[in-house]
């Protein structure tokens, strides 16, 4: 059973820059993809960036190409976000997800979720 745990998200205004981390426990972390999805109010679960289990690839969706990186430390069994250039429709709840083999942006894929981080975006 692998436990996650967000680090705590955020007010930054636009065009500001936040990182998020997420620590994992419970388990072998580098058997698992990490992905990051966010949900804003009244919309479904979206993948915004995930990870390989080697940190060699990486997926971004169209929304946050250029602006989001993802990336991993396997030692420190910690995944973070960094989002530069943030936009108001940037605002949502932030979720780290861990999936047991390959690189994958499916939601399906991700069997361990953490509970989930606010980050807020002001105009």
């Known amino acids: 059973q692998v436990q996650l745990v967000e680090s705590e998200g955020g007010l930054v205004q636009a065009g500001g820059s936040l990182r998020l981390s997420c620590a994992a426990s419970?388990?072998?972390?580098?058997?698992?993809?990490m992905g990051w999805f966010r949900q804003a109010p009244g919309k479904e679960r979206e993948s915004v960036a995930a990870?390989?289990?080697?940190?060699?690839?990486?997926y971004y969706a169209d929304s946050v190409k250029g602006r989001f990186t993802i990336s991993r430390d396997n030692a420190k069994n910690t995944v973070y976000l960094r989002m530069n250039s943030l936009k108001p429709e940037d605002t949502a709840v932030y979720y780290c997800a861990a999936a047991p083999g390959a690189l994958t942006a499916m939601r399906i894929s991700y069997a361990y979720w953490g509970l989930g981080t606010q980050v807020t975006v002001s105009s």
């Open positions: 990870i390989s289990r080697s940190g060699s690839g990486r």
């Open positions: 419970g388990g072998t972390f580098s058997n698992y993809s």
